[in-house]
């Protein structure tokens, strides 16, 4: 039965290309290597792969601590402000990434920088005071251009003085006074 379809199989492939199966079947793996390899130098496997990510939503943040998203810590995303609104920008890793053209930008509110079309690192700031009209509508371009391709996952809050933290620690001592009594009854015996 096996030998039966073989036979019809030669018959078949000899009668339509001329070429014994053995030949035909050499040909054939070769056009598929030749494919495969020159479809791997222009396309990885990965870039089929659609990239599944969870919306961040990072929220507030200090300027001190955007500063950890500059791609030092490859676990961390990257992210960029523009007029004090956070964007994770990781899907440009070849721009703001290490060793990326931009990657001063990153982690940074590069605002004055963008309005001024400035690297200087001076100018790597949220600062807008003193920019003319034309700068400021360069860096208005800026953010149209973040909004639509970035998502934005957080907003930049000026760093708290140390009253504030005083503020925010004695509510907390407010909130947990229980547990707060009972440990400094604790602490006392
Ligand atoms: C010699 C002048 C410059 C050239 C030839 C240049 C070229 C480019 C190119 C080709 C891109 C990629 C565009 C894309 O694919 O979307 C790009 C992106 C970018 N450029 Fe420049 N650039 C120049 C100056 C500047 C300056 C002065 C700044 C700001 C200080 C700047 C900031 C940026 C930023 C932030 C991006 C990335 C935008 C994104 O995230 O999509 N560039 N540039």
């Known amino acids: 039965m096996t030998k039966a379809v073989w036979t019809t199989m030669t018959e078949i492939i000899l009668q339509y290309t001329g070429l014994w199966p053995t030949a035909f079947f ?41 500063r950890a998203y500059n791609g030092s810590d490859s676990e961390k995303p990257l992210l960029m402000a523009i007029k004090g609104k956070i964007y994770d920008v990781s899907t440009s890793k070849i721009f703001y990434g290490p060793g990326g053209s931009y990657a001063m ?64 620690e004695e509510s907390v001592w407010d909130r947990t006074s229980a547990e707060g009594i009972k440990s400094r009854y604790a602490a006392d015996e």
């Open 105 to 168: 930008f990153a982690g940074r509110d590069a605002s004055r920088a963008l309005a001024q079309l400035s690297f200087k690192p001076e100018d790597i700031n949220g600062n807008l005071e003193g920019l003319s009209d034309a700068q400021l509508e360069i860096l208005q371009d800026w953010e149209y251009k973040f909004m639509d391709k970035y998502a934005q996952v957080g907003q930049l809050v000026p760093k708290k003085t140390p009253t504030e933290n005083k503020a925010e």
């Open 26 to 66: 050499t040909i054939v793996a070769l056009m598929v290597v030749t494919y495969k390899v020159v479809c791997g130098m222009f396309f990885s496997a990965d870039d089929f792969v659609p990239i599944k990510r969870q919306p961040l939503h990072l929220g507030d943040m200090t300027e001190e601590e955007l």
